[in-house]
């Protein structure tokens, strides 16, 4: 009897479901195996990686909006590899299969590397990888000559360029692209790469309007020559349009921060995506803006502390109201920098001596009291790697000259024009503590997308994208884009903003770069946290 009640109150014992692997999502076995082969921590696809890889290989257009460090960009490559490669009988050579925009030559490269890395394990006898995937940029003279030549000899499987770069390839030749071929079209951080008008004032909004209408965007263009004949179709008229050519590639759209009205602009103003009928959404860890209690489960929140020093005269110290911080991080000893050999600095080109020789003999217009209050920041917490986000109207190669003047190891992390930078983009960056830690040095409009898997520390030097006084919507992406460079795939992560006191002497109020920072940490839902150091 007692073992019968035993058996009644037993409580039921559920196996623990296996996690998704990149197999059970419709990956190839070959591709997998390369994949493992390429990079043995990626084991099983990360929760977007799960919803979105089986979204594309439905064919049918994808939204998807989650955060930085989800795995975003790298799921779009692997999807991107496992489709078709489409070639049809009345062409010699293939088609390309999909068409990557990218805000940056940085990220562009990176998805190349991540490719030519799968490609390189796929076997004994790899094909060429011009063959899987070109680049085109504007600023790479490649694709004037030799590369555009070979963009039409060779059609990659997968073409990933900035929006510039694919548009000036095409004025030069018209006929480069066939629309009709292409199986995908994948815009990565669209939010960056199209305007849209937020909910405004009347007025404002017409005139930003006008100003789009006049000067609508390169990405913009590209959306309305392939989809534009979409806005016309609806469900009364499929039946007269029946003989048009309407057919058009998969549209695949991503972002970490997907505005209401760019998501208006898509599905009502444009029509270009008509959600529920040829289109589906990906939502992971989205970011709301204006719900505060759902961005607790954000990376933001979750992994990453925020700290924001205020710099003036010889002195620094933390934003008013900072909370002291239960554990604000390492603070990397003397001792710990050993007598090691650090990183080997490569001869300088003539180029950068060039430019030294100019900045030695010319004030620097960057604010000095903010670079040594980065300089210590970085000495007294960065072990190994850590990224310095300047505002895009800043020379970066003049932000590097200075640092360096202050003692640091630093780069710029422009993929084409430095090695270091290039080596630290592409390994992924150090994956130990350094005898010499490095600061790799490059601008908000670059730093979308940028994948540093070991990367913990980012340092944001004033206030990107302020409008006057005003915080607007492209502020606000500006930090969670460059906070999200931290605290990827559950790592945790720090973000030190410095921002130059620009308040009236004696006024009592706070300048106008201090009150911007404090609304957009208020408008995020962060608490800026105490560094005890700068007390």
């Known amino acids: 009897m007692a073992e019968a009640l035993a058996a009644v109150h037993m409580p039921e014992i559920r196996p623990v479901p296996a996690p998704p692997t990149f197999e059970s999502l419709g990956l190839r076995a070959s591709l997998v195996s390369a994949i493992h082969a390429a990079f043995p921590n990626v084991q099983h696809p990360t929760p977007t990686q799960a919803k979105l890889i089986p979204a594309i290989l439905r064919n049918k257009d994808v939204v998807l909006q989650d955060e930085a460090g989800s795995g975003k960009t790298f799921g779009l490559v692997l999807a991107s590899l496992n489709k078709p490669r489409l070639k049809y009988s009345n ?13 940056h030559r940085d990220l562009a490269h990176q998805i190349q590397w991540w490719i030519q890395r799968i490609t390189e394990s796929s076997g004994r006898n790899p094909p060429s990888l011009d063959t899987v995937v070109q680049v085109l940029l504007r600023d790479d003279n490649a694709h004037l000559g030799p590369g555009l030549q070979l963009l039409q000899e060779r059609p990659p499987h997968i073409l990933v360029a900035t929006p510039a770069g694919f548009h000036e390839a095409l004025e030069k030749q018209g006929d480069l692209i066939d629309f009709n071929l292409l199986s995908t079209i994948i815009i990565d951080e669209i939010d960056y790469l199209v305007e849209t008008v937020p909910k405004t004032s009347p007025k404002l909004a ?3 309007h006008k100003k789009i209408e006049k000067h609508p965007g390169i990405t913009r263009e590209i959306l309305h020559t392939v989809y534009g004949h979409r806005g016309r179709l609806t469900s009364e008229n499929r039946e007269e349009l029946v003989n048009e050519p309407i057919r058009a590639p998969q549209l695949v759209v991503s972002s970490a921060t997907l505005r209401n009205h760019l998501k208006d602009y898509l599905w009502k103003e444009s029509g270009i995506i008509k959600l529920g009928v040829d289109a589906v959404t990906v939502r992971g860890n989205a970011v709301h803006l204006h719900a505060k209690e759902k961005m607790a489960s954000t990376a933001l929140h979750r992994d990453i502390s925020h700290h924001v020093l205020v710099v003036s005269n010889n002195r620094i110290q933390n934003i008013s109201g900072a909370v002291e911080a239960e554990d604000e991080g390492r603070v990397v000893s003397v001792s710990a920098q050993n007598d090691e050999e650090g990183d080997v600095i490569l001869d300088k080109s003539d180029a950068e001596l060039e430019r030294e020789q100019v900045y030695s003999m010319s004030p620097s217009p960057i604010n000095q009291d903010a670079l040594e209050a980065i300089a210590a920041a970085f000495a007294l917490y960065v072990p190994s790697i850590a990224l310095l986000i300047v505002p895009s109207t800043t020379s970066v190669y003049r932000a590097v000259y200075d640092l360096r003047s202050l003692g640091v190891n630093a780069f710029n992390v422009d993929m084409l024009q430095d090695r270091n930078g290039r080596m630290h983009l592409l390994s992924g960056g150090a994956e130990k503590v350094r005898a010499n830690p490095t ?20 340092f944001i030097l004033g206030v990107q994208n302020l409008d006057g006084e005003s915080v607007t919507s492209r502020t606000l992406d500006a930090y969670i884009h460059s906070a999200g460079r931290v605290g990827r795939f559950g790592k945790r992560g720090q973000v030190i903003s410095v921002i130059e006191d620009d308040s009236r002497p004696n006024s009592g109020k706070e300048g106008t770069s201090v009150k911007a920072i404090r609304a957009i940490l208020q408008r995020l839902g962060i608490k800026p946290l105490m560094l ?4």
């Open 91 to 103: 062409s010699e050579k293939p088609s390309i299969t999909s068409i990557f925009l990218v805000p």
């Open 206 to 208: 017409q005139r930003l």
């Open 439 to 458: 600061l790799l040095v490059t601008t908000n409009a670059a730093v979308r997308g940028l994948d540093l898997p070991a990367l913990q520390h980012v």
């Open 532 to 535: 005890k150091q700068f007390e």
